[in-house]
């Protein structure tokens, strides 16, 4: 897709503008996260209150595809019950961003805010819930998502 | 004057294009440079009618394909101004031939409490062997750090020499982010002066500027054929003649040995003892023909052409309302490579933006975190050119940075 079509205004004013940006002090799941390939940066911290996210906050440094896509993310999730934010897809990501048809290169940019979450709630499955059969599940699809 | 219109015909790839119908404009020579079709044809031509391992059968074919491998090393040693053929190694890149250096040199030598200086502006190819070979010795690592103009804070050279525990001075001869031309020969008559060892990380020098290593004085020297002009997986280690007898073998094998019983190995001569294996016979070979090329051209002109296109676009880019620039401004202290920030547009975003007007820059920390936490980015875009890049290219280039801050309404 061309620029044109992925720097679009709601782009741009996520990244400029972001929601939901900063941390939490006593997060029940915080995940960071980094790629590797181009040092992008991010850190999300989740509450988690009767099976669902009463707040999540997100830090972080990158392209304005990363950065949106963290902070658009978060506004998905806020006040999601657990069990949806667990079914989030890759598609849904693309979706909410309106952006389809990334390189194999950008399409990481778009990604890592899904990865973080889902390794976050990777951990909090397999620490808090003690539940390793869902841990694992998710652990296999936050390392599809690369 | 270089023949620029005679330069980029011997280029294949620089015909074809980009994103549909966009002539490709390459600014990406600092990660790799494009190949000329002498260079291609010396590989095929290898293939095609001599391939053939080498040092051992005594067929025709092996022996050409010796010839051809050890006549490469000849060019080296002449292209570089080595002293002699055995001090150079063939190794697969600058960043193996700086491990090799880390693992046997290092390894011997560096003890307890000793220290390595390396400098902020280096790739990691010349931090991380020095940070695994100081953690496993329980030595230290410094740093010489960079002043706001990308040059190198020599004081602070002086400081880790007067504790007398310093072993190694390793640093890059031109940093492959700023483009700052480090002055080496200061650095290197400093630590001579201590007797304390130096190593060059030459991977951006050598394909841009004119290198004597008599002159130079350095203990090891470092350097990758595939940014300049020649294949991928072919770099040089040289080193002191003393030095690379006095060093443990880096890989066990075949070709390194002179005789191998059960339980004891003796060493072959310099420089096969370091290297182990079959090598990369065709890219060796190809790395002939783009020293040739060079040659041809001559270091000199190399240097002019890419000093005045560097100027060029430096005034050009300088003018852009929003620019950061990084590393030195005079073009007599930077090679022709120029890292930049345009607002708070992202490098990564940046990038892709020109990439579909067909230009080619790299985006991102250039494998220098280090550096990029000391300019307080997270990243920086970098544009890096060669022999057969022109103003009408930078023209271009600068033209799509125009479109990227409207996009960006910037």
Redesign the interface.
């Known amino acids: 897709m061309?620029?044109?079509d992925?720097?679009r205004e709601i782009i741009?004013d996520y990244y400029?503008n972001p929601r939901n940006y900063g941390k939490l002090t006593n997060p029940d799941i915080a995940q960071r996260d980094s790629n590797p390939?181009?040092?992008?940066?991010l850190e999300m911290h989740l509450n988690i209150k009767e099976s669902k996210v009463v707040d999540v906050k997100f830090t972080g440094?990158?392209?304005?595809?990363s950065q949106a896509s963290a902070s658009m993310l978060t506004e998905l999730i806020m006040g999601k019950n657990f069990e949806e934010v667990k079914k989030l897809s890759k598609e849904d990501i693309l979706d909410n961003l309106g952006l389809h048809d990334l390189g194999p290169a950008?399409i990481k940019?778009a990604l890592l805010s899904l990865k973080v979450l889902k390794s976050g709630l990777y951990s909090y499955l397999l620490e808090k819930l003690k539940d390793t059969e869902s841990a694992d599940k998710i652990k296999e699809e936050a390392s599809g998502l690369y | 004057m270089i023949q620029i219109e005679n330069i980029r015909k011997d280029f294949p790839i620089l015909k074809r294009k980009v994103h549909k119908d966009k002539d490709l404009i390459y600014f990406d020579n600092a990660a790799t440079t494009q190949k000329p079709i002498q260079v291609i044809d010396a590989i095929s031509n290898y293939y095609l009618n001599y391939n053939s391992n080498i040092h051992r059968a005594v067929h025709e074919l092996a022996e050409e394909a010796t010839m051809a491998y050890e006549n490469t090393r000849d060019k080296i040693v002449k292209f570089i101004n080595a002293k002699s053929r055995e001090e150079i190694v063939f190794v697969r890149g600058t960043t193996e031939a700086i491990n090799l250096v880390a693992y046997t040199w290092g390894r011997q030598n560096v003890n307890k409490d000793d220290i390595i200086v390396t400098t902020e502006y280096e790739h990691h190819s010349n931090i991380v062997p020095w940070q695994l070979l100081t953690k496993e010795k329980g030595a230290k690592l410094e740093y010489i750090g960079v002043d706001d103009n990308g040059e190198l804070l020599l004081d602070q050279l002086d400081k880790y020499l007067e504790t007398g525990r310093v072993k190694l001075v390793a640093f890059s001869q031109m940093s492959n982010v700023l483009g700052t031309i480090t002055d080496s020969e200061e650095i290197i008559r400093r630590c001579k002066k201590k007797g304390v060892r130096v190593l060059v990380d030459a991977a951006q020098s050598v394909p841009h500027l004119k290198v004597d290593l008599q002159k130079l004085d350095c203990d090891f020297f470092a350097f990758s054929a595939h940014k300049m002009l020649g294949p991928t997986g072919v770099g040089i280690l040289w080193a002191r003649k003393e030095l690379l007898e006095g060093m443990v073998p880096f890989n066990g094998g075949g070709d390194m040995i002179r005789e191998v019983h059960k339980y004891e190995t003796s060493w072959n001569d310099l420089p096969y003892k370091f290297e182990a294996g079959t090598p990369n016979i065709a890219d060796v070979v190809g790395f002939a023909a783009a020293i040739d090329y060079l040659e041809r051209i001559g270091m000199d002109k190399v240097r002019e052409h890419e000093m005045e296109i560097t100027k060029y676009a430096l005034d050009k880019i300088s003018q852009i309302k929003g620019i950061k620039l990084y590393g030195p401004m005079d073009v007599a202290k930077r090679g022709g490579v120029i890292s930049f920030n345009l607002g708070d547009i992202h490098p990564h975003d940046l990038a892709t933006i020109i990439d579909e007007d067909g230009v080619a820059i790299r985006s991102g920390h250039h494998c220098a975190q280090v550096l990029m936490e000391r300019l307080d980015v997270s990243a920086t875009s970098r544009a890096s050119f060669y022999i057969y890049n022109t103003k009408d290219e930078v023209d271009v280039f600068i033209k799509s940075l125009y479109r990227a801050k409207e996009l960006f309404r910037l």
């Open positions: 061309s620029s044109a992925i720097y741009l400029r390939l181009c040092g992008d940066e440094k990158g392209c304005a595809i950008r940019c």
